[in-house]
C-alpha cells in the first residue's frame, strides 16, 4: 500500500469514527476528498472488510466495521502528531473549552427563553439577540481554527461548514442552528468536538458533555 493510499484510508476511516453513520456528502465534507476519489477509497476499505455501505431506509452511507477500528489505530500509530501538530492541537484544545461551554449556553437559549418556555421562534427579537451571541462565539472558534488549521487542514475544514450553517440561520433556516441530524451549527460542531478528541487524544471530561 503506498503512503498516499494510507493516507486516503486514515482519513475516510478518522471521519467515521468522527460522524459513525456518513453519507457520502459528509465523508467529502470531512475528509475534503472529491467525490470520485472517495468512491475509490471507500470501494477499497469495503473490500478489505474495513467499512460496510448501508443502503436504503431512511439513512443511507457508509459505517466503520470492527476490523475498521483496529486498522484505524494501526494507522493512527503508524503516523502520530509531528512536534508542531502536537503544540497546535493542544493550544486548541485548551482555548476550546471556554468556547464550547458558552456554545452550550447559546444553544440552550435558543431552545429555552429566559422564562422557561420552549422558544417557538415567534419573537424575532429574542431570535435575533440568540444570533448575535452565536456570531460572536464563531468569530472566536473561527480564529481558533484558522490557527490550528495551519498545521491539521482537517480541523481547519470545520470552519467553512460552521460558516456555511450560520448563514443559513441568518437566512431564516431555524433547524440550521440546532436541529439534529440536519447538518445544523451544532451538528458540526459536535463533529468537531469529537474530531478534537481523538486526534488529541484527550479523554470526554465534564468539560466536554
Same mark, same amino acid.
Given at each position: 500500500m503506498t503512503t498516499e493510499t @494510507? /493516507?486516503? &484510508?486514515?482519513?475516510v476511516l478518522h471521519a467515521l469514527k468522527v460522524k459513525g453513520l456518513a453519507t457520502d456528502d459528509t465523508l467529502t465534507a470531512l475528509t475534503g476528498h472529491d467525490a470520485d476519489a472517495l468512491a475509490v477509497t471507500v470501494g477499497q476499505l469495503a473490500d478489505a472488510g474495513f467499512v460496510m455501505r448501508r443502503e436504503g431506509g431512511r439513512i443511507s452511507? /457508509? #459505517?466503520?466495521t470492527p476490523a475498521g477500528k483496529a486498522e484505524y489505530e494501526r494507522l493512527s500509530a503508524e503516523s502520530p502528531l509531528n512536534e508542531s501538530e502536537r503544540a497546535a492541537v493542544d493550544t486548541f484544545h485548551e482555548g476550546f473549552g471556554p468556547i464550547n461551554g458558552d456554545f452550550k449556553k447559546v444553544?440552550?437559549?435558543?431552545?429555552?427563553?429566559?422564562?422557561? /418556555?420552549?422558544?417557538d421562534h415567534a419573537d424575532a427579537d429574542y431570535d435575533a439577540s440568540v444570533i448575535a451571541e452565536l456570531d460572536r462565539i464563531h &468569530?472566536? *472558534?473561527?480564529?481558533? %481554527?484558522?490557527?490550528?488549521?495551519? =498545521? *491539521?487542514?482537517? %480541523?481547519g475544514r470545520y470552519k467553512g461548514r460552521l460558516s456555511a450553517a450560520l =448563514?443559513?440561520? &441568518?437566512?431564516?433556516? /431555524?433547524?440550521a442552528f440546532a436541529r439534529p441530524m $440536519?447538518? @445544523? $451549527?451544532?451538528?458540526?460542531? #459536535? =463533529? %468537531?468536538h469529537q474530531d478534537l478528541l481523538l486526534t488529541s487524544g484527550h479523554q470526554r471530561g465534564a468539560g466536554d458533555e
Open positions: @494510507s /493516507t486516503a &484510508h486514515f482519513d452511507g /457508509t #459505517m466503520i444553544c440552550a437559549s435558543w431552545q429555552i427563553r429566559p422564562d422557561e /418556555t420552549p422558544n &468569530h472566536r *472558534i473561527a480564529q481558533a %481554527l484558522d490557527e490550528v488549521g495551519a =498545521e *491539521i487542514p482537517r %480541523l =448563514e443559513k440561520v &441568518h437566512g431564516g433556516d /431555524t433547524a $440536519y447538518d @445544523s $451549527y451544532h451538528d458540526i460542531w #459536535m =463533529e %468537531l
